[in-house]
T-cell receptor, first 112, second 111 residues
Framework: QKEVEQDPGPLSVPEGAIVSLNCTYS??????FMWYRQYSRKGPELLMY????GNKEDGRFTAQVDKSSKYISLFIRDSQPSDSATYLC????????????FGQGTELSVKP | KAGVTQTPRYLIKTRGQQVTLSCSPI?????VSWYQQTPGQGLQFLFE???????NKGNFPGRFSGRQFSNSRSEMNVSTLELGDSALYLC??????????FGPGTRLLVL
């Protein structure tokens, strides 16, 4: 079983919809949580970063962490066709800075 | 600030050869991490260098190695290439290992 589980999708939504992306993890040592966006044939781009349980908002993006349930989410409001990409969750174990463990990525398509 | 740069962007090699990939981090960043991305396995951590020392290592065979120079630039080397080494190789830099910024990657094809 993978340390980080993420539904690969694909997920297709109409423009303007609220998108919910989720990851679960098994290792209690994970303490930093990130979401990356990757366009085709590009490197991942950091979207959100958090280390505590709760919500963190940045524009149309909200990251949510529930350490007790080992569950993280990314919400995208008012989704746009330009949001079409693969979204990857990533986590860092305690005291192993520099080592990211990634989920498989969810492929998102936002239709005009 | 300039982003993370990787060279070359594309490589074609044959089985048994070796390859060296280069990564220049964001100015001021001291940590460089390397990842392999394949359709089947996703993004997997190879190793991380911090101030010229390997600080963390993933579960890859010894054919995969790396180093970091005093200016924080990093190289990774793969010896005795196998078909399964075909992948996108990504490097990421950060100040101390936490918030990582990725380069565009080097796409390696092994024939």
């Amino acid at each position: 079983q993978k340390e980080v589980e993420q539904d690969p999708g694909p997920l297709s939504v109409p423009e303007g919809a609220i998108v919910s992306l989720n990851c679960t993890y098994s290792n209690s040592a994970f303490q930093y949580f990130m979401w990356y966006r990757q366009y085709s044939r590009k490197g991942p781009e950091l979207l959100m970063y958090t280390y505590s349980s709760g919500n963190k908002e940045d524009g149309r993006f909200t990251a949510q962490v529930d350490k007790s349930s080992k569950y993280i989410s990314l919400f995208i409001r008012d989704s746009q066709p330009s949001d079409s990409a693969t979204y990857l969750c990533a986590m860092t174990p305690y005291n192993q800075g520099g080592k990211l463990i990634f989920g498989q990525g969810t492929e998102l398509s936002v239709k005009p | 600030k300039a982003g993370v740069t990787q060279t070359p962007r594309y490589l074609i090699k044959t089985r048994g050869q070796q390859v060296t990939l280069s990564c220049s981090p964001i100015s001021g960043h001291r940590s460089v991490s390397w990842y392999q991305q394949t359709p089947g396995q996703g993004l997997q951590f190879l190793f991380e260098y911090f101030s010229e020392t390997q600080r963390n290592k993933g579960n890859f065979p010894g054919r995969f190695s790396g180093r970091q120079f005093s200016n924080s630039r990093s190289e990774m080397n793969v010896s005795t290439l196998e078909l399964g080494d075909s992948a996108l190789y990504l490097c990421a830099s950060s100040w101390a290992g936490e918030t990582q910024y990725f380069g565009p990657g080097t796409r390696l094809l092994v024939l």
